[in-house]
Every structure is written in structure tokens, then in C-alpha cells.
């Protein structure tokens, strides 16, 4: 009897309202036999940003244009005049400071190479670039190295040695200083051995 009485007051408060369908599911309502919407995606850590992703690319494009940009000033043996070579020009060289001078073709590979893996997002971009990087300060020091070699005496490698020991000692000397501070400072906070045991009732 008291479900009768309730569908009459829901039919007649249907006729006030306007006759709505009270069958009909409330659309601003969720339907709970519809499925719910697929979750979104979340990034799992693994994706490269684009932003990060962009600039990676760009210093890839950067590698590959610098290519064809002056690396080197170098003087001819006919007079005073100096050219200034480029990447590309140092390939018809015989040599660049005793290494094959079709190593310089490394630079551009890779340079493309790292272009070409940042903006197709590839997920390991991030060792890819510093890869790359690690490889192309090696070599330019290796050329450095050789260089130096070729072109200075010993007084300079004396020079070179001692300025490098002055750096390690005075770093070591920092740091020997800075613990003995700490030490220092810890042991004036430490309470005597007599205060701290507790006192006798």
C-alpha cells in the first residue's frame, strides 16, 4: 500500500512539473550501468618533455650546422695570409693533430643523429645526448692534448704540472681546514663526561 501511495505523489508531482519522464535517466546525473570513461593516461616517467625534447633537438641541428662554420685559423706557407678552415674543409686535410681527418665526419653524424632521436621522442634521448657529448669532449680533448704536445716545450709542461698541483693541494687544503672546523665545533657542543651522567638521588 505504501509503494502505491508513493507512485501516485511521483505521478502526480510529474503533471505539475510539466509531465517529465521519470523513466528517463537525469543527464546531468552519471549513469551507473554505463561504463565509466576511460582513465587518462598518465605519464609514467619514462617520456622525454617536449620542451626538453626540442632543445636536445636543436643542439643536435646546432652540431650539424657548426660543421660548416670556420673551426680552425690556420696560416699558409706562402706569406702571411691565414685561412680559416671548417669542419668540412679539415676533411681534405691530411691529418688534424695526428688523427685521421675523416674523424671530423663524426660530428655531423652524430649531431643528426641526436636531431633525429629528440624529436621522434625516443625514451633513452636523455643518454643519447649526454652519449654524444661525452664523446665529442674526448675527442676535442684528445686534439687538444696533441696539440699542446706538438707545439710547447718543457718549460710549459713544468708551468702546467705545478699549476695543476697548486689547484689539488689548495682544494685539499679547503677541505682539511673546513673538517677541523666541524670537528672543532662538535666538540665545544658535546657535553663533559661528568654531566653527563645522571645524578644520584
Known amino acids: 500500500m505504501a509503494d502505491k501511495t ?3 505523489d511521483e505521478l502526480g508531482l510529474a503533471s505539475k512539473t510539466g509531465g517529465a519522464d521519470l523513466t528517463k535517466p537525469d543527464a546531468t546525473k552519471p549513469d551507473a550501468t ?11 616517467g619514462n617520456e622525454v618533455p617536449i620542451a626538453f625534447r626540442a632543445l636536445i633537438g636543436v643542439t643536435g641541428l ?11 685559423q690556420r696560416q699558409l706557407e706562402e706569406g702571411d695570409e691565414t685561412v680559416l678552415l671548417s669542419g668540412l674543409s679539415l676533411l681534405q686535410q691530411e691529418s688534424l693533430a695526428g688523427t685521421p681527418s675523416i674523424a671530423v665526419i663524426v660530428v655531423p ?8 632521436i629528440a624529436f621522434t621522442g625516443f625514451r633513452y634521448t636523455a643518454y643519447v645526448a649526454i652519449g654524444v657529448s661525452v664523446l665529442l669532449f674526448g675527442y676535442a680533448a684528445y686534439v687538444l692534448f696533441q696539440l699542446f704536445v706538438q707545439h710547447t716545450g718543457l718549460g ?3 708551468t702546467t704540472a705545478a699549476a695543476f698541483l697548486s689547484l689539488l693541494l689548495g682544494a ?16 665545544k657542543h658535546e657535553p663533559a663526561a661528568d654531566d653527563a651522567r645522571p645524578a644520584k638521588l
Do not use: H, N, S, Y
Not at 109 to 116: P, W
Not at 172 to 187: D, H, I, P, S, Y
Open 34 to 44: 554505463k561504463p565509466d570513461a576511460a582513465p587518462k593516461k598518465k605519464p609514467d
Open 156 to 158: 710549459l709542461w713544468i
Open 172 to 187: 685539499g687544503t679547503l677541505f682539511w681546514m673546513r673538517r677541523a672546523a666541524e670537528k672543532a665545533k662538535a666538540g
Open 62 to 72: 646546432a652540431m650539424l650546422v657548426g660543421f660548416f662554420f670556420p673551426w680552425v
Open 109 to 116: 653524424v652524430l649531431g643528426t643523429a641526436l636531431a633525429a
Open 6 to 8: 508513493l507512485k501516485d
